[in-house]
């Protein structure tokens, strides 16, 4: 049994993540980018997703690192625009946003508090365990586990199609990876 | 001994070409799905592997360093300078015949990206790292449909036999070796293909019998997709695929 004093592990690359924005000097800019929403789930942020890796300064040049969550994610493109954008507005007008293929994004990134906010959004959180394990799936409306899945892939790539068989809501539940 | 840029270069573009095939014949079936789930996972997968050959695609145009870049590889070259295995150009033909055509792939490109991961290429295994979460879900649901078609009724049993039948000889070209892949699988970069077929025979193998399909027998065999030969669907496709910038080169939007 796990020692419920001990707060669970995170994985490694989000623990670093968490530290280099805890350590950055650009505190300003990491917030300044918490209102870049991810274009498909409004609800929650780039940093809530994990997709928000670094922020640096080449002299005047913002530098941000992105980290994609599925290849072919036709938001990436989206959210690239977008970081670019909100830094413009504040002022950063040479900017560059660079992507990292490695690690490899996993939902494991994301933050309880992020799954909650999908949870509030209608989506079923993807848990905190990644890899490609199922997970319990709840009705995000009525909080049931009486759901069955209609299709392995919802409205993107990284969302499943559910519907709960206890009050009917069809609902798209975020895929561990 | 070490491997040239541009060996590399030419194994990434093969692993983009199969990707990009594939990507482009699965969005074909943009709302030709049988129903409206069907249809979003199909172009949702069909994104996924355009993904894929998008990292490939952009990994060789940066090791070329001539001004390529991914669409150059994607829009501008001829039939003969695609190096797909032929199975991701087959035309999709019916619903049963894309989803054999699929879990066949689905089963080997898991294995396939598994092993590409150990790759002492940083990019190609940060790819491969990518690819391999992606494939568990394509090959979840592929293998649910060879189950559900082949113990199916009569018609989408005897569809989905068909469909096996017609692909099974596009499958060994999978695990063929030439001497670029061998140069670069000697020199822990790329991966050793031959080295993948008895997993994959007994894995399908497998399935067909739980799906109450018959093995083929395995008495012909097509290849020559690596080499630039290509079936007559090939040109046809990229024909639709590369019109706009065919018409408008360097057109964006
Ligand atoms: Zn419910």
Redesign the interface.
Known sequence: MADPAIIPALPAEEYERRERRVNSSLQSLWDLLDAVKDPEIPAVSLWEMGILQDIAMQGDRVIVTIT?T?????AMTVMAEDVLQALADAGYADSEVVTR?????STSWMSEEAQDKLREYGIAPPGQGGG?EPVEVLCPRCHSDEVRR????????CKA?YQCSACGEPFDHF?P? | MTVSKDTIKRYSIRLGDDAVVL?HRLSEWCSSGPFL??D??LT?????????A??FYGYAAELADDGSTEDTYAYTRDNREFTNLLIHELKNGDFAFTMARQYFIDVYSLAYMEALQNSSD??L???A???V??S??HL??SH?WMLRLGDGTEESRSRMQRAVDDLWGYTPEMFEMDALEQELADAGIGVDAAALRDDWEQTVHATLVEATLEVPEGDWAVNGGRQGMHTEALGHMLSDMQFVQRAYPGLQW
Do not use: H, Q
């Not at chain 2, 949702?44 to 894929?52: E, K, Q, T």
């Open positions: 994609p599925y290849s072919g994610c036709p293929l490695s690690p490899a994004w490609n209609l299709s392995e892939f919802g409205s993107t790539a199609l895929k990876i | 990507g789930e069907e979003l996972a949702n997968v069909a994104l996924d592997f355009i993904g894929r998008r990292m940083e990019t295994a940060a790819v790292d990518k690819a979460k992606e568990r879900y979840r649901r649910d």
